[in-house]
């Protein structure tokens, strides 16, 4: 099967030396892609600038990407080409960066732009944009193919998580979301329209997720 896997997390820049991120090291995709090649897959890695895990990367193809509108870029791009599925586990950023403005210690604003924002002007202030969201596209760029999402959550309980998953089902058309973080606890659920399953560990969420391929 030809596969397609996002890995570790986008960033928006606030200027030329400084971003906003995601918490994620891109160890978790970079390793079901690992997965997927061992078990026969022909696998396409897009993987972030930002990912800090060090493992292997054994994708018979790797692309780094950088923002949210480039991984975007990239996926779109790769539309055309026959693919059976795509497994979404990027920590894509929920915001980029909007008005930038100097606060005056006398309260005067000024909208600034700048390669390095000085920080000896006064308070900054930062206006934060929601993007544009890649996985409710991946249905229209890849219509036939098995599509997988991962929601973490990391506030209320886990019924409440598999709840958010189930709804990115519904919103997305995606086939499968993985949920897991502080909300859910250990392991990961596997959310389908048939129900959700929970997972212990990593290899086992590999194995269910390789399973999907055969179906």
């Not at 090649?37 to 790797?62: C, D, K, N, P």
């Not at 048939?194 to 391929?213: M, Q, S, T």
Request: with cysteine.
């Amino acid at each position: 099967m030809n596969c397609i896997v996002t890995a570790g997390p986008t960033y928006e820049p606030l200027d030329d030396v400084r971003r906003l991120t995601n918490f994620s090291t891109g160890r978790l995709g970079t390793e079901l892609a690992n997965f997927l090649v061992a078990r026969g897959h022909q696998v396409r890695l897009l993987v972030s600038a930002q990912a800090t895990h060090g493992g292997e990367r054994r994708a018979q193809q790797v692309e780094v990407f950088t923002t949210t509108a480039n991984l975007r870029e990239k996926l779109q791009a790769l539309s055309p080409k026959k693919v059976n599925a795509v497994f979404h586990a990027a920590a894509v950023s929920d915001f980029h960066f909007g008005r930038i403005q100097l606060q005056s210690p006398h309260g005067r604003l000024t909208e600034i732009k700048s390669k390095k924002i000085p920080t000896d002007k006064g308070a900054l202030l930062v206006e934060l944009v929601p993007t544009q969201k890649i996985i409710v596209d991946l249905r229209a760029w890849f219509p036939s193919a098995r599509l997988v999402g991962w929601k973490f959550e990391a506030e209320g309980k886990r019924p409440e998580a598999v709840h958010a998953a189930e709804h990115q089902l519904a919103q997305c058309l995606t086939d499968v979301c993985v949920v897991n973080g502080p909300a859910y606890g250990e392991g990961f659920g596997l959310v389908t329209s048939g129900g959700h399953v929970h997972l212990a560990d990593p290899p086992k969420l590999f194995d269910a997720l390789e399973k999907l391929l055969q179906v």
